[in-house]
């Protein structure tokens, strides 16, 4: 997962380990986000931020992202990342294949980060990329997972995919 967030027309990157879809209705997307980083600072002041979803084709711009600050290099230049920003000043990644706009709903403290919950007032993505039913399409797609230290493994076409109608099926004796 990668999130990439705006202050106006100012943008700044930040791969995040911990996040979550939360809500359905309304729609809620919900990351954790330390209180050090400058992303922090950024999402505070704009309210906005954008939820980016790369393949594992960019995990080396994932992890670059993570080992930097933004207060200290600009990672639009340092790792040519194509991006456009949207009309409504929302910016994404070209490479994404999905993307959700959010405005900040609540910051909520937890530990060492707080938790931004936004209210997703967009989505985009990329057709090819999912089935009709609206799960990812293996075939044309190689999902990230980050393992930890500096570690990712990539959810391709050999993952096992179960429907579970009937769960109690699955019960051991």
Request: charged letters at 25%.
């Amino acid at each position: 997962m990668w999130g990439f967030f705006t202050k106006g027309r100012s943008t700044l990157w930040l791969p995040a380990g911990t996040h979550a879809y939360l809500s359905m209705s309304p729609p809620m997307y919900g990351v954790a986000i330390g209180r050090e980083r400058r992303t922090y600072e950024m999402v505070k002041q704009s309210t906005q931020f954008t939820i980016n979803f790369l393949p594992f084709e960019e995990v080396g711009f994932i992890q670059y992202s993570g080992t930097v600050s933004g207060r200290d290099v600009d990672k639009n230049q340092m790792y040519a990342q194509p991006w456009r920003m949207e009309r409504n000043g929302f910016p994404l990644l070209e490479r994404a294949y999905l993307a959700y706009e959010c405005q900040v709903h609540q910051i909520v403290p937890t530990g060492d980060h707080d938790w931004v919950i936004g209210d997703i007032e967009g989505c985009h993505y990329k057709e090819e990329k999912f089935l009709e039913n609206g799960l990812p399409n293996f075939e044309n797609l190689n999902i990230p997972l980050y393992l930890g230290r500096s570690s990712y493994t990539g959810l391709d076409k050999e993952v096992e995919i179960r429907e579970v109608n009937a769960p109690l099926s699955f019960k051991k004796s």
